[in-house]
């Protein structure tokens, strides 16, 4: 029996981070002479993540050398990951860059453990056996997600490439050993009582793992003695202390069962499946965030700025704060609400480098242009249009646009003394910069009224004002102190407008100029008493003014808010005993917002009277909530897009989106990491969990011919099923918009008899106030979902150039083809890019006119390529490019 000492550290949880950080320092401070000391305690592993070892060593600098020492000897394991990260709830970039910075770090004490330990998280991807294998494991240790069909402590887990690690199965979690008690013979029966429980998995021949830790657990200070002890009074098992990878060295490799894709049952171990979708800000500030980095700043600085300039240490931040993010306990949200204000604070702070970045970016871009004008900037591989928004000069009406807002021109102050303005125009000409001009007259009357208009430009483009006006104010001022003024603040007239910008490159650029619309014109058609019609060539929506729903191209049903009760919390979904579905508003009001020709926007709000809150298993109690129903049709696109906003005023309750099927749907087809997922109707429970198909989607989902790409609303479920068995079909999907609970985690429940954490009361998870979804749906199968999500929710940058460079109107940085990418980065001055296939079947990935190697995730390589090289189904690359 291996026997592991370790202690599984929340970041954050209950608590916040700096509190348990004051115990973490309590921790190590303890550990390190026990180490020292006592030569018996042979090990101790420090969670698997670097995190633990970065927050000890900012408060204990001095001690980094006795760290070293220990890790160096073997007596201390760190890594391989930076944060136990959730594997669901956050992009695959995030979890290769979390195991790539863990490893990174560790290698600075040694080197990290050699086990991809997966021990909290809720559930598996189906490509972590691809991820690690890519990295150089050959092992996991997994618990939960575990499906029943698997029955002994270890199994064969493969991607859906074909990499295939053996996963340790912690039959009864990461402390099965945790309460190790300071006498022998109670140590010998804990054993025995473990495998009598567990008997019909581990076989005679097989070592024990006995994981000695679990949340927050010190070091127990007896434990070689006991084991010492233990040892010389019996000899069934030969005990040691030692580490995971001692373990994993000796454990059987042959004879194992397999499993092919995902670990999503709850058989045996609780999923928490409910954690896709409580704090709906925590997941949108985490796709705000992850869109931003990934598809728009990394690409951008890489293709369009040069590469000295690639702002590493600027990424660097950015990316230490989504990591940080990453761990189950935050980006899940089932935390104490500091914690996820904190969350979205990190999220928040990453995302204004990225969008900083980008500006930067496409200023560079713009800066290089030759010819003047809007340039638009597609950071996404495909070649693609879409509605852009321009600030153009002047008011006239401008071929292919659609106005928003007129601005500029004067803005004037009267009735004013002369002596009191000149010490405003004395300031305003010192001390604003886009000050380009300044007139002054007097008028020819009686009264000498004195005007004076301040000219400036926001964008900066003019030299700031340096003439003589001051002077002059004050001479005028000095004249006639009392005589009446006015003072203009004139900007230049200029306009907000919607416009087209059509089939820029991928990773590209395109010149916008006026013109004719180079799509078909959305329109709203003659409005009745009964229905409102927006159409735009590709894609017809019919509102109706009496109920607020909407049919897309014919279908029906779009548009239906569903409220029910919840009296889980933040871990599960769970139904109150009394419950009170609502689906009809009270009333219902539709208006026109916009009419065209670039964007056609319907406005629905709905009065709803939903039950307030949960009381002993009853809704109880009624708020009248607004809803605010967006639906939008844009030129060039066949997508809807809806947004929906609820002053949220009720608690413990679920509002969903059910969404009509165009046909009857048996599996779902969702994004997950490095793939798409197909899934069934059921999921697989058990005695401490409830198996609800209430499934995580990336940023789409496809079932029944109707793909759904979203904006950080990670849940879904296939309902309203007809038939049972093998027969049975879904019509409708339920998209989670609001799940809104009180407390971490409830006591005994239907859906989840045991508690999952602690029962803190977390008033913000209830999501009181003003709540915004948002997310498009498209008819048809025949388009690519990355695609779609890409065209709904990555915006084309769009800067105005002043000429005068060397680039040409159009062209591309880079042309990648042949399957989606991931990233586009700079790794020590060259350019990297990760592609993956998420199809069964082969392609050719085609990168025109460059030549490079393919490397592993770790960086070593593995063959040069030249234009192009072929990627078998489901399979990663990441390719390094030799400079042109």
Not at 301 to 324: V, Y
Not at 474 to 493: F, H, K, N, W
Request: glycine share 8%; net charge negative; with cysteine.
């Amino acid at each position: 029996m291996i026997v592991v000492p370790h202690t599984h550290w929340d970041r954050e949880w209950y608590s916040p981070f700096q509190t348990f950080r004051m115990n973490l320092v309590d921790l190590v401070d303890r550990l390190l002479p026990l180490l020292e000391n006592d030569p018996g305690f042979a090990h101790f592993q420090l969670d698997g993540q670097m995190a633990v070892v970065d927050d000890y060593l900012e408060i204990r600098p001095h001690e980094e050398a006795r760290l070293r020492s220990l890790a160096a000897s073997g007596r201390v394991s760190m890594g391989p990951w930076y944060i136990l990260m959730d594997e669901f709830l956050v992009s695959g970039e995030t979890m290769v860059r979390d195991l790539r910075l863990g490893i990174e770090k560790a290698a600075a004490f040694g080197g990290a453990m050699a086990t991809g330990y997966l021990p909290d998280m809720f559930g598996h991807i189906a490509q972590m056996p691809q991820l690690l294998r890519q990295f150089g494991f050959e092992n996991a240790v997994v618990w939960r997600g575990v499906p029943a069909v698997i029955d002994t402590n270890a199994f064969e887990w493969s991607a859906p490439d074909g990499s295939t690690v053996r996963a340790e199965y912690l039959l009864d979690g990461y402390g099965n050993g945790a309460f190790l008690p300071d006498d022998a013979k109670e140590l010998v029966a804990m054993i025995r009582r473990y495998l009598a429980m567990f008997e019909t998995f581990i076989s005679a021949e097989a070592p024990i793992l006995w994981m000695n830790g679990t949340d927050h657990l010190f070091p127990k200070a007896w434990l070689s003695r006991v084991i010492a002890e233990a040892n010389e009074i019996q000899d069934d098992f030969s005990i040691r202390v030692g580490s995971l990878d001692d373990y994993v060295a000796i454990a059987p490799t042959s004879g194992l069962p397999s499993w092919t894709g995902e670990l999503r049952s709850s058989a045996r171990s609780n999923l928490l499946m409910g954690v896709a979708s409580n704090r709906v800000d925590v997941k949108q500030a985490a796709a705000a965030a992850e869109r931003v980095l990934e598809r728009v700043a990394e690409p951008a600085s890489a293709l369009f700025l040069p590469p000295e300039q690639w702002p590493q240490t600027f990424l660097d931040e950015a990316w230490r704060h989504m990591i940080c993010n990453a761990a189950h306990d935050s980006i899940c949200a089932c935390s104490d609400d500091e914690v996820n204000l904190a969350v979205v604070h990190r999220f928040q702070e990453a995302r204004q480098i990225g969008d900083g970045l980008s500006s930067r970016a496409a200023k560079a871009l713009a800066k290089s242009m030759a010819n003047a004008g809007p340039v638009v900037i597609n950071t996404t591989s495909r070649a693609r249009g879409g509605v852009i928004e321009l600030v153009l000069p002047g008011h006239d009406e401008i071929a292919g646009t659609q106005l928003v807002k007129k601005r500029g021109g004067p803005e004037t102050a009267s009735g004013l003394r002369r002596a009191d303005v000149a010490s405003l125009a004395l300031m305003a000409m010192n001390n604003m910069h886009e000050l380009y001009d300044v007139t002054i007259d007097e008028a020819d009357d009686d009264e000498r009224t004195l005007s004076i208009d301040l000219h400036i430009d926001p964008e900066g483009r003019r030299p700031k004002y340096a003439g003589d006006a001051a002077d002059r104010v004050m001479a005028l001022a000095g004249e006639l102190p009392d005589g009446p003024t006015t003072i203009s603040l004139v900007r230049p007239q200029n306009q907000r407008v919607l416009a087209y910008a059509s089939d820029v490159p991928g990773f590209g650029w395109s010149r916008w100029s006026p013109g004719t619309l180079p799509v078909d014109e959305v329109s709203v058609g003659a409005t009745d008493d009964e229905t409102i019609t927006m159409r735009n060539g590709l894609v017809e929506v019919v509102v109706d003014a009496s109920t607020g729903l909407f049919s897309v191209n014919g279908l029906e049903g779009f548009g239906t808010i569903v409220d029910d009760g919840d009296s889980g919390d933040t871990y599960n979904y769970n139904p109150p005993l009394g419950d009170k579905v609502v689906r009809e508003p009270a009333s219902v009001s539709v208006r026109v917002v916009e009419r065209g020709p670039v964007r056609a926007r319907v406005e629905v709000e709905r009065q709803y009277v939903w039950p307030h809150r949960v009381v002993k298993q009853q809704r109880v109690g009624e708020r009248e909530v607004a809803t605010v129903t967006t639906i939008e049709v844009r030129a060039g696109s066949a997508l809807v897009w809806v947004t929906t906003e609820i002053d949220n005023r009720c608690e413990d309750h679920r509002v969903r989106a059910h969404v009509p099927l165009p046909s009857p749907a048996t599996v779902s087809r969702a994004e997950c990491a490095f793939a798409i997922v197909d899934r069934g109707l059921e999921a697989e429970g058990g005695l401490t969990e409830r198996g609800l198909p209430t499934y995580p989607c990336r940023r789409f989902v496809q079932a029944g011919g109707l793909t759904v790409v979203h904006d950080g609303l990670l849940e879904y479920e296939l309902i309203d099923i007809d038939g049972s068995g093998p027969g049975a079909a879904a019509s409708t999907l339920a998209l989670t918009l609001l799940r809104c609970t009180g407390v971490i985690s409830q006591g005994p429940m239907t859906y989840r008899p045991a508690p999952a954490g602690p029962m803190t009361k977390t008033p913000g998870a209830q999501m009181l106030g003003r709540q915004v979804s948002r997310y498009a749906i498209a008819l048809g199968g025949d388009r690519n979902p990355y695609e779609l999500a890409d065209e709904a929710f990555t915006p084309l940058l769009v800067h105005h150039a002043r000429g005068g460079g060397s680039r040409e109107d159009r062209g591309a940085a880079l042309a990648v083809s042949g399957a989606e990418v991931s990233a586009v980065v700079r790794e020590g001055g060259q350019l990297t890019i990760r592609v993956f296939n998420p199809t069964a079947a082969p392609t050719d990935v085609h990168i025109d006119g460059r030549r490079g190697w393919l490397v592993d995730l770790r960086g070593q390589l593995v063959e040069a390529f030249e234009g192009s090289f072929s990627l078998d189904p489901w399979k990663i690359a990441t390719v390094q490019l030799a400079e042109l």
